[in-house]
């Protein structure tokens, strides 16, 4: 472990101050992880996921968005291009 933090740049911190552990950023994006599912219930459920495919889509062009009609509400799902497009959307969005 102390190698691993001599060896990395003073600018680069993936190591843990408190128990040492090291986080490898592959170990946490997966590539593969590019759908979003979002449940919306109540009477404006689908104007919500609209308000979100549209977002979605101004932000990161051609998705893939299929709603689906659930008891009391809907279930949205995005499919993004790369895992990376879904978590920044996330983080913009509180999702």
Do not use: H, P
Request: hydrophobic share 35%; with cysteine; net charge negative.
């Amino acid at each position: 472990m102390k190698n691993i933090q001599k060896a990395q740049s003073n600018l680069v911190n993936d190591t843990c101050t408190d128990c040492g552990s090291y986080a490898d950023i592959g170990a946490v994006i997966d590539e593969y992880d590019t759908q979003l599912v979002i449940e919306r219930v109540g009477d404006d459920a689908k104007e919500q996921a609209q308000q979100l495919i549209d977002l979605a889509c101004k932000r990161f062009g051609d998705l893939q968005c299929l709603v689906s009609e659930t008891e009391g509400g809907v279930s949205l799902t995005i499919t993004f291009n790369y895992s990376a497009e879904k978590m920044i959307f996330q983080l913009e969005n509180n999702l």
